[in-house]
Structure formats: C-alpha cells, structure tokens
T-cell receptor, first 113, second 110 residues
Framework: DVKVTQSSRYLVKRTGEKVFLECVQD?????MFWYRQDPGLGLRLIYF???????EKGDIPEGYSVSREKKERFSLILESASTNQTSMYLC????????????FGPGTRLTVT | RKEVEQDPGPFNVPEGATVAFNCTYS??????FFWYRQDCRKEPKLLMS???SGNEDGRFTAQLNRASQYISLLIRDSKLSDSATYLC???????????FGRGTSLIVHP
C-alpha cells in the first residue's frame, strides 16, 4: 500500500511565524503535490513537484514556498503565517508523469491565530 | 465557468436507495476521469476510474458521456457507510495536474 505521511495532524501557529509542513511518501513516486482545502472552495493546488529540486506553481502559490531535496519528501513553507492561511493542508503523490491517480496524506489542520 | 462542476448537495437518501451524481467538465481535451471519496475530516481516496465504456465495481457504476462532457456515479442499495463527499476528478491531455470538482455530499439515513 502507498503511504503518504504528514508531519502533524493539527498545528496552531501565531501570525508572522514561519511554518513548515512536511510530507513523506514511501513508494518512490515522482510527483508530489500540496493542496489546501476550505469549505465551499474545494481542493486548491498550491505547488507541485515532478522531480527532485523541481517545483511548479499551482493555482494559489502566494504566501507559500516549497522544497524538494529528496524524492520522498516535499515540504511546504509558510514564510510568514497569516490568519487567512488557516486551512486543511493535504499532500498527495502520484507515481510518474503519465499517471493521474493521486494518493493523499491524512492532512494537517493548521490554525493561525 | 468552472472547469469541473458538481452539485454540492447534500443528497439525503434512505438506506437501500439508488442515488446518482453527475459531474460536468468544460475542457474537451479531458482525457482521464476519476471519482474520489472523502469521509468527514479525512483525506480523499480513489474510489474508481471512469472508462469510456463505463465500469462497475459492486454497487457502484461510473459512466462517461464525452459528447455531453459529463461523468456520472451511480450507487445502488445505499449503505449508511456510503455517507461521504464524492469528488469528481478530470485530467487533460498533456497535463498531469488533475482538476478536482468541489464535491457532492451524500448522507444516507436509516
């Protein structure tokens, strides 16, 4: 079974803090994704990566950055957290460029106060 | 116009009922189609792929209508455990970034 893990299930941070969300997959997948999910807005893509050290902006990259130093790990960074970044953050992976099925981690519920 | 549209529901049905959801997509170059299921406070999980010829998995049937650009999910003999949000996912030729619908909520009651 594919396993995608995320570093925290729940996180509370203060406005202005730097926040790191980590995601690890154990199936040697090439593609990794970061989404946020908000009520009524569905899943929105923040960033994705199709290879180590490669990254592409998604639909809502502002206020976020990412890092992929190793194939299995994809980190999402909030440089200076703001209250409008309170959300559920979901990491996903997919095997390779031509595959479309995504495997999600359990999510991190981030609250910024 | 949203690329992938779903009726948010909720669809409220009794156990044993048959329920169907539709999902419309706007990009005619769409190539691959999926249904995901998301339980409350959980991550989305792949339910089934949708093939051109239609496909069935137990009580679940998925169909694709390319001419009208929609996919459907039919659930027969609904169970309480089918209560969840069902997400429609569409992929376009040349892109490996899927487009998610906002989901349809299903509540199955006793």
């Amino acid at each position: 079974d594919v396993k995608v893990t995320q570093s925290s299930r729940y996180l509370v941070k203060r406005t202005g803090e730097k926040v790191f969300l980590e995601c690890v997959q154990d199936m040697d997948h090439e593609n990794m994704f970061w989404y946020r999910q908000d009520p009524g807005l569905g899943l929105r893509l923040i960033y994705f990566s199709y290879d180590v050290k490669m990254k592409e902006k998604g639909d809502i990259p502002e206020g976020y950055s990412v890092s992929r130093e190793k194939k299995e790990r994809f980190s999402l960074i909030l440089e200076s957290a703001s209250t409008n970044q309170t959300s559920m953050y979901l990491c996903a992976s997919s095997p390779h460029r031509g595959s479309y099925e995504q495997y999600f981690g359990p999510g991190t519920r981030l609250t910024v106060t | 116009r949203k690329e992938v549209e779903q009726d948010p529901g909720p669809f409220n049905v009794p156990e044993g009922a048959t329920v169907a959801f539709n999902c419309t997509y706007s990009n005619s170059a769409s190539q691959s189609f999926f249904w995901y299921r998301q339980d409350c406070r959980k991550e989305p999980k792949l339910l089934m792929s949708v093939y051109s010829s239609g496909n069935e998995d137990g009580r679940f049937t998925a169909q694709l209508n390319r001419a009208s650009q929609y996919i459907s999910l039919l659930i027969r003999d609904s169970k309480l455990s089918d209560s969840a949000t069902y997400l429609c996912v569409v992929n376009t030729v040349g892109s490996y970034i899927p487009t998610f619908g906002r989901g349809t909520s299903l509540i199955v009651h006793p």
